[in-house]
């Protein structure tokens, strides 16, 4: 599951009631978000059912697509990782760097 719906799983359900009383009053998302600190779509998201199907939907086939494209890179750097000497010495050379700045993180939070 995504951060994304991580997020709005944390509305309370006393939340969502007074975000429904306020629609039932007719405000509309924008105020309603106004008044509680949410913005107008995570609002929409929880008092409206379509709406928060055609954003999973929406998710899925994000997913989906970055899914075929995993398997397509994956075989892609390693075909150019084995062929290519210069991109084999630029990936070692930045492997070098992310690993000196997560040990230089780790330091800092043991400070």
Do not use: C
């Not at 105020?31 to 913005?39: H, Q, V």
């Not at 379509?50 to 997913?63: F, L, M, P």
């Amino acid at each position: 599951m995504g951060d994304f719906e991580n997020m709005l799983k944390r509305v309370s359900e006393e939340t969502k009631k007074v975000m429904q009383e306020l629609r039932d009053k007719g405000f509309s998302y924008a105020a309603i978000g106004k008044i509680l600190g949410f913005s107008p779509s995570a609002v929409q998201y929880h008092l409206n059912p379509k709406y928060k199907e055609q954003v999973k939907k929406a998710a899925r086939r994000r997913n989906n697509v970055w899914e075929g494209k995993k398997e397509y890179m994956t075989k892609y750097m390693a075909d150019r990782y084995k062929d290519d000497e210069e991109f084999r010495e630029k990936v070692k050379e930045n492997s070098r760097k992310w690993n000196k700045k997560d040990y230089d993180k780790k330091k800092e939070v043991k400070k």
